[in-house]
């Protein structure tokens, strides 16, 4: 399994809009940036993945899972944008602030740090524990 990162604002997609989803989950759809587009191609079914709440908020307050692998983006007929499929799993006991990742020394070198502007970003097994415990799971989901 791999991890990630995925952002949206929320006064414009909101973790509780995933939720309301279900099971189906949404696309990703509407990114328009090469890198995150490749990493959204490295994504298999079951992967899991940190939304966050960018702009407002800066917080990890969610657990998704890619529930569809890499097609077209249904937003635009342009070839080069593709997007994965995402469900909401569960809400973070408590959500972790882009502040509080900064401060850990262990997450130094996550890309939610070194890659701010990135909106779909790779998270590394043990970034993935370390904000799975700052965040108050007692099981790292």
Known sequence: MQYW???SEPDVFSFDDLKAKGKKGQ???GVRNYQARNNMR???IGDRGFF???NIGLEVVGIV???GEIHPDSTTDDPRWECVDVRA???VPTPVTLAEVKSNP???DMSLVTSMRLSVQPVTEDEWAE???MAGFKKIP
């Open 27 to 29: 696309e990703w759809d």
């Open 52 to 54: 966050y709440h960018s």
């Open 89 to 91: 799993v569960e809400k």
């Open 65 to 67: 899972e890619v529930c």
């Open 5 to 7: 990162l995925f952002k």
């Open 42 to 44: 490295a994504m298999k």
């Open 106 to 108: 262990k997450l130094a």
């Open 131 to 133: 904000v799975c415990r």
